[in-house]
């Protein structure tokens, strides 16, 4: 999932809206059993998203599911559900992480049930607290895939209404900061507003300048305008290569040069290579 630019939410229970997922643009499919779900729904929600796991295709997208948080009574009876079948979830959303001590119950269980080379953990970090601790849980087990952040929540604990205008930019820096620490993808807080595309353009801009490489949404029609924005354009992926291609063609005593008036190093280069491979990851080949 390093280079899913896309997490679409489709409710566990809704077997039309996730057949339309799957033919659709998202790179990655969010099955929700948490909020998308009242209590009534949440057994029959367990069961549809283990026979939605069950029947996908082998080369379907990333099938992550959200279950319910540990401190709720369904949490860990999802867990089990879903990791007691031969095709578990691609990854574990995993909402309301408080501490590292989360993950690790997550790890165990994943451990416990034989599928830690199939399913990654992405704790989604939606409380101060959390905020605050966001580096440990980052880094507190080997199968966290990404690190994500949900800014609705976030707002509400701090007694602001999810649409406000209040500014979380620090919050949001953090946990990119975090995913980046341990070198694990950052995944955006979703944009709310329906029918404002000028809006979603500037905040998934903002994200990207933050250093995250994917968006949460509950809005298909966002799709299309988040994997634009999160693609690396055919100009610059022709400038990382030309910035490569310099790089690997100075002296070899030269650690640092300038080109076109640009600071490169080792660090910058790499960083303009990882541009490149995601680009091609996503079809953007200039050479092609």
Known sequence: MRYSRSY???PATDTEALERAREGPADAIVLDMEDALKPPAKPDGRRTARAALEERSRDSKPHVVRVNGLDTEWGVSDLEVLLSTERPPDALLLPDVRS??????????????????ET???PLVERPAAVFRAHEIARASPLISALAFGMGDLRRHLGTLAQSDADVSLPRYLVSLA????????????????????????D???????????????????????????????????????????????????????VDGTFLDKPVVEAHRERVVRAAKHGVDPSG
């Not at 590292?100 to 080379?117: K, M, Q, T, Y």
């Not at 490489?213 to 809005?219: C, I, Y």
């Open 100 to 117: 590292e001590s989360d993950v690790d119950v997550v790890d165990d269980l994943v451990r416990e049930a034989g599928h830690e080379d």
């Open 120 to 122: 990654g953990i992405v």
């Open 8 to 10: 679409l939410f489709v």
């Open 179 to 202: 995913a980046s620490a341990v070198d694990v993808p950052a995944v955006d807080t979703p944009y709310l507003q329906r029918d404002d595309p000028t809006g979603l353009r500037t």
């Open 204 to 258: 998934t801009r903002e994200g990207r300048r933050m250093g995250y490489d994917a968006k949460l949404t509950f809005l298909p029609d966002q799709i299309p305008e988040i994997n634009e924005l999160f693609t690396p354009s055919i100009e610059e992926v022709e400038r990382s290569r030309h910035f490569i291609d310099a790089f690997e063609s100075a002296p070899d005593e030269k650690g640092a040069i300038y």
